[in-house]
């Protein structure tokens, strides 16, 4: 299986699944927002403060281009699915899984983190605005969307676990 693509709007759970889903199916994991952190030597918020939006949503699609050519399991940060060039790219070298939660379980887990710039200068209303927003891009991009209300991590693991099973004609 070439790469394993999990996108959704930030706090829809892509970074704590990619972890796990990594030991399950062992493949190498990668968070794209620490690897830019990495590679570019500043936060995020930094990257915003001191480049803008537009810079950053560049150095994403840089990512995309450039990253290993290894099958690994990559979370994809919030908006990255806004771009065209990155929607086929994902598509193109990977599966693509849409974390789909609700609005209210994803501002629950997110209304207090300092490492969201979006969410430190934006209120509730904008945030569900933009949530609503980049859905569509989403449920473009994904190759399955994954409903994740009402379910522990556990039954969205295997149900990820299965879907990839299922595709590599493991089952």
Known sequence: MRKIYLVGFMGSGKSALGRRLSYLLKMPY???????????????????????????????????????????????????AINAENRKIMRRSGLVFFLDATFEDIYKRIQHDPNRPIV?????????????????????????QVLTEGRTIRQILEYLVFQVKRLKGEL
């Open 30 to 80: 990668y968070d794209m927002d620490h690897e830019i952190v990495r590679q570019q030597g500043m936060t995020i918020p930094q990257i915003f403060e001191k480049y803008g939006e537009a810079r950053f949503r560049e150095i994403e699609t840089e990512f995309l281009k450039n990253f290993r050519d290894e099958a690994c399991i990559i979370s994809t940060g919030g908006g990255v």
């Open 120 to 144: 430190q200068s934006s209120t509730k209303e904008e945030l569900e605005r933009l949530y609503h927003y980049r859905r569509k891009f989403y449920r473009e991009v994904g190759h399955i």
